[in-house]
């Protein structure tokens, strides 16, 4: 016999802060709480929206991190369904690095996102639509505009990265992205507190983005390898 509504777990209002990471979190207690299965519906966005006391554009953000994981698909006029069970315990990577050392924080998530950047980059070369294409240049158009305007374009050029991970048509990039965001964050923060961090590797993003349209592999890492270069000499430089 199905339990009704009024037997199911209570959704409790959350804190004031950090509220896309705690509506995650609390998504994902209550999907072990309710254990719910593959298959089963998740409250609608309005119900979240009332039971946590956050806006529609967090709740959004949290759905988005599970899309991205695999987890949980939207389907339109239907709602949204779990695809698999998940916890606190996996829908985040527990990665341990000393914050308190920034140039050897940087230079050691360098040396894991210079082996997936560059895996990604060459897959996408091989297996991007013409739609990922268009994607891919609005993002990195965007990225030259704010780049050209205000001399930096941290999250503009995230997008643009971000864009290349889903043209390899493989979720597990974007679920790793996804996982490690908090560490690979640190690259598009202006660390050292420099505006001009990794800015002379702007150049080769339209390069790369040329080596992706002409399907060419080995040129996608070369240009890669160039963008990382730089961000390593600058880590290098700007920590003396």
């Known amino acids: 016999m199905k339990a009704s509504s009024s037997d199911r777990p209570v959704i409790r209002p959350l804190p004031t802060i950090d509220r896309a990471r705690q509506v995650t979190d609390a998504l994902a207690d209550y999907v072990q709480s ?25 709740i959004r953000e949290a759905i988005r991190h599970f899309q991205a994981l695999g987890v949980i698909e939207t389907r339109k ?19 341990s690095l000393d914050t308190g050392h920034l140039r050897d ?17 060459m ?57 490690m965001r908090e560490t690979f964050w640190q690259f598009w923060e202006h660390p050292f507190e420099r505006e001009d ?20 592999p080995e040129a996608a890492r070369e240009e890669t390898l160039k963008i990382l270069e730089v961000v390593e000499e600058d880590i290098k430089e700007m920590s003396k």
């Open 197 to 216: 961090f990794a800015r002379r590797s702007f150049p080769f993003h339209r390069t790369l983005f040329n080596a992706i349209a002409a399907r060419d």
């Open 105 to 121: 924080a940087l230079l050691q998530t360098l040396e894991v996102r210079r082996g997936i950047e560059c895996e990604a980059c």
């Open 123 to 179: 897959v996408a070369a091989r297996k991007r639509t013409d739609k990922d294409l268009i994607l891919i240049e609005q993002n990195l158009n965007e990225m030259e505009r704010v780049h050209i305007d205000k001399g930096t374009s941290g999250p503009e050029d995230l997008a643009f990265h971000l864009a290349i991970y889903d043209a390899t048509h493989n979720p597990l990039f974007r679920q790793l992205l996804e996982q």
């Open 34 to 58: 309710a254990q719910l299965k593959a298959g089963d519906r998740l409250p609608a966005e309005r119900e979240l929206m009332s039971a946590l006391m956050v806006g529609r554009s967090t």
């Open 77 to 95: 006029g239907s709602g949204t369904y779990l695809l698999k069970p998940v916890s606190k315990a996996t829908i985040h990577m527990p990665l």
